[in-house]
Structures are given as C-alpha cells and as structure tokens.
C-alpha cells in the first residue's frame, strides 16, 4: 500500500485552497490533505502541530509571505511546492534552485508531475531539499531590488518594478500606485499593498499614503510635516506619523 503524502494547504484566499483541494482529489490519490490554511499565522501552528511531509505554499499572503514564514520555520523538514500567479522573478529563482512550483491557474498535469517527484523522494533525506529552499530564500533577500509588484488587470496581473515605485495612495478600497514613469489605479486596498511591500523600505506615513523611503527628496517639519517626492509631488504626513518618519533619516 502506498504511503500516503500528509500535506497542508497554505493560501489567503480560501478559493484557491478549496480549489487545490479538489484539483488534488481527482488527480493526486497518494496525497491526504490534514490542514488547509488561509493565513500564515495560522500555517505556522499548523505546521509545526502537525508536521506535513508536502506543504504548498501561497507566495503571495497579507502579514507574511511565503518566504517569510519558511524563514520562521527553518529548519524545514518538510518538502515544499510554491503556488504562484504572477511573481516572474521568483519563478526564475525556483528554477535556478530546482524548487518545485506551480502556476496558478493550476494545471491538472503539472500538479501531477510535482506531486510524483515528491513521492519520488519521501522516503529520502530532505536535507537536500531544505538546503535549496534556504539558498533559495538568501538568493531572493540578496536580490529584492529586482523583485516586482504584482497588480491585478482586466485579464491578468502586471508587474511593477518595486524599485520604480515613489508612493502609493489609498481611494476607497482600491489603490493609485505612482512609479516614475506612470500611474495605475488597481483593485487592491493599500493595506494589502503594504504588506507585499514589506522589507523594501516603504513606510505608511498617512492613512492614505505608502511612501518609498528611497524616492523622498525632501523632508518638511512646517505646515504640519511634509515630504516631496523625486516627481516634485507633496504628501502631507500625520500628526503621530510625523516623529517616526523624521527617524528614519536620521
């Protein structure tokens, strides 16, 4: 009888797990799924409560990314396949350490394939397996300037550098994003923003305003507080923001 693979479902959007749950039924019987998660908070009691063999991981989540929550669990002693959309440069990554992937949309095909390498090697050591997700995650860290944003479009996603970014303003429960070259108006809420943003130096100085750090120009205690851009663009911080933003450049 064929051992079956204990695995846990990580995604924010319990549409996706519920989906992979039922992509994994039909074509993957060697798998038993014992947990699905949508939040990495959540994940991580699960995982260390139950130990999966196989954990496939959103890379994409609001508090923590992928990335960050393998990082609070290493070592990992589990194998690991990613679920990604859209992040091009991470797939990249993926290949260069041959880590195990797949596209959203999900591939019934593709899903099949991954699953089998990981049966393939259950019974084997995964300290080969937990070495490449670390170099994995120190290639990533090292090279975050490269990384982009992904932001939903009419029949897709599109990339945004990260590093192209000035500052990001809140309308509603959607987002206008300002690079230096253009400006997109997306159907994502800045908190959600924020939180993919992490670790790249942006900081949240008004309620409806995200700033990159690195394409301030200026800095202003008058009038309140204020900050002007590399596009020359003014943006009025809060009172109790005012203090913490004034630290960062010091």
Known sequence: MTKKIKTILVDDE????????????????EVEIIATCNSAKL???KIKNLQPDLVFLDIEMPWMNGFELLEVLSPIDFQVIFVTAYDEFAVKAFR????????????????KEA???IAFIQNQTNDSHSNKIEQLIRTLNSTSQNRKLSVPNADGY?????????YCHAIGNYTEIYTTTEKKFVSRGLKQIENSLDG???HRVHASYLVNLDKVKSIHRNDGGYLIM????????SRNKKTEVFNKFK
């Open 158 to 166: 599109d990339l945004i550098p990260i590093n192209e970014i000035l």
């Open 200 to 202: 790249n130096n942006f």
């Open 43 to 45: 994940a991580i009691a």
């Open 115 to 117: 699953v089998n390498k």
């Open 96 to 111: 260069a350490h041959a880590i195990d992937y797949i596209m959203k949309p999900i591939n019934r095909k593709h899903l």
């Open 14 to 29: 319990p549409l996706c797990t519920a989906g992979l749950e039922i992509d994994l039924s039909k074509t993957c019987p």
């Open 230 to 237: 590399e596009n020359d663009y003014r943006i009025n911080m």
